[in-house]
């Protein structure tokens, strides 16, 4: 209970005037949060702007977070999509969308980092990816809520201005979640 109490930064990511990552403005951020009091940081998140990078720049991201946390700052990945590699980097875990419909997915992921385990881990976080970018990848919130109403759970709708899925999209989600064995 201790790690998950107090403040958490959604760690934005800085980019130059080109567009390109500027890690220094990173570091720059984070030894100023290091001299805070802030608990830890949630990395690559929406703040992030974790789909406008890519996995290469997700790397650099993540190892400018945690080389650069400060003493006792806990990072948290923000999306399934790297949950595994940031663990093995350092995080201590992360927040998930696909741990609304499917917490053993994002769970068995969790336990895989928690292990290091280099053999298990690879082959589920590709798994999770693959789910992952169907699901919220493609339709966003929408298509979490939707996600969790197949799985049984109580989605409902999202508010607008947000639409839920259509009904060919819900069915192409249905079928994709059947292939993987989630439903």
Partial sequence: MAKLS????????????????DL?????????YAASRIKG???????????????????????TIIKNKGQGKVVMAG?????FPAMM???????????????SVALELYECGVARDQVRGPAIQER????????SGKHGVAGV????NL????????????????AEEVKALRAALVDEGLL
Avoid: H, W
């Fill in 89 to 103: 980097a350092g995080a201590v875990g992360g927040t998930v969308s696909i741990a609304n419909a499917f917490p």
């Fill in 145 to 148: 809520k939707a996600e969790m």
């Fill in 41 to 63: 940081y949630l990395a690559l998140g929406s703040s992030g702007e974790n789909k406008s990078l890519t996995e290469e720049e997700k790397l650099s991201v993540l190892e």
């Fill in 151 to 166: 799985a049984g759970l109580r989605g409902g709708i999202p508010r607008r201005p947000l639409l839920p899925l259509a």
């Fill in 24 to 32: 220094v403005s990173l570091r720059f951020n984070l030894e100023r």
């Fill in 6 to 21: 107090g403040v958490f930064a959604p760690i934005c990511t800085p980019f130059a005037d080109d567009e390109s990552l």
């Fill in 128 to 135: 999770s990816q693959r789910i992952n970018k169907v699901i």
């Fill in 79 to 83: 999306s399934v999509n790297f949950l």
